[in-house]
């Protein structure tokens, strides 16, 4: 799991609904007035200038991860996603830092998860799901 910094990712990335759009005829997300499918770092901004969430696209479609952000710039939620579907892990934390959400994925399906509450004591596990 790498998570950027909100300078890589106001360098490297386009700002959603500014530079980016989604097309629901095609279901791609596009560079605004090409139509061409987007490829890069697209995110969002709270109206504080922190980074809402960023996410990798190629060819027009979530991929590689996506970070969504609390408004004090700590992260919400990790997300591995491949062709738009969530692949690998999906990580959850409190506004503290705190972990409190872990489960892997394979194809959008869970496959095992861990949850703790606000203090870090584990509350919840499964190692499959059937």
Known sequence: MNILSKSEILTNGKEFSVDIGFDPYTGLYIEMDTEKPYNGIGYTLFSNGEIESYTYYANGIEDIHTVEFYSNGKPMTYCDIKNGVGDGEIIKWNEKG??????????????????????????????SLH
């Open 98 to 127: 705190i972990m409190i959400y872990w489960a892997e994925f394979e194809a959008d399906v869970q496959k095992r998860f861990k949850e703790w509450n606000d203090n870090g004591e584990l509350v919840g596990e499964k190692s």
